[in-house]
């Protein structure tokens, strides 16, 4: 799988959007995109994935470059509840297993 | 919530013991896959179970087994417990290939003394 590069922590305010970057420069054609977050002492929660193009739910947004060597997990509107350390994984889909590779992450603090 | 649980939440071990840690899949979902999480640390993959077979494996080594059973349910079990096992476990159990997310369960916290 291929590795990814996040920054190790930034702020951002509530009701302000954050902006987590990714980089994944060598991420293959047959790689997704996953994010998921982690609450201090809970498990893993999934937030979203995509392939090539832009996806949205509930959660969040993910923007995906055109070359596929970047992407950004977009929360519209962080609440303090946001704060997490948040992971960005590149998996192969197809293979055998499901498993995720987890970096560092970015760890995110949300402040009133 | 996911609907993946673990037991027991927490629990203390001594060095040499040996351990089996529980995990529930979500409702539908037929692969379980084992993580462990050291202090401070992203989680690291252990293996996946799919019809009761592994399918896939980290770098662990073999005193990390696990089983699978028909209601797609599993096992971790530990042997010769090491300082260094101490750490959050987590399961995580999804659908077998695709892009399927995975839904984790909230961890099994292991100290070893």
């Known amino acids: 799988d291929a590795k990814t590069t996040q920054p190790p922590s930034m702020d951002c305010a509530e009701g302000r959007a954050a902006n987590l970057p990714c980089n994944h420069s060598t991420i293959s054609g047959n790689e997704y995109v996953y994010w998921y977050r982690q609450i201090h002492s809970q498990g893993p929660q999934y937030i979203i994935h995509?392939?090539?193009n832009n996806e949205t739910n509930e959660m969040a947004s993910l923007i995906i470059t055109e070359d596929r060597k970047s992407s950004t997990l977009i929360l519209p509107h962080a609440t303090l509840r946001d704060t997490a350390v948040y992971y960005c994984i590149v998996r192969v889909v197809g293979a055998a297993g499901n498993k995720l590779t987890f970096g560092g992450g970015t760890r995110v603090l949300v402040k009133p | 919530e996911t609907g993946v649980t673990q037991s027991p939440t927490h629990l203390i071990k001594t060095r040499g013991q040996q351990v089996t840690l529980r995990c529930s899949s979500q409702s539908g979902h037929n692969t379980v896959s084992w993580y462990q999480q050291a202090l401070g640390q992203g989680p690291q993959f252990i293996f996946q179970y799919y019809r009761e077979e592994e399918n896939g494996r980290g770098n662990f080594p073999p005193r990390f087994s696990g089983l699978q059973f028909p209601n797609y349910s599993s096992e971790l079990n530990v042997n010769a417990l090491e300082l260094d096992d101490s750490a959050l476990y987590l399961c995580a159990s999804s659908l077998q290939g695709g892009a399927y997310e995975q839904y984790f369960g909230p961890g099994t916290r292991l100290t070893v003394t």
């Open positions: 995509g392939l090539k």
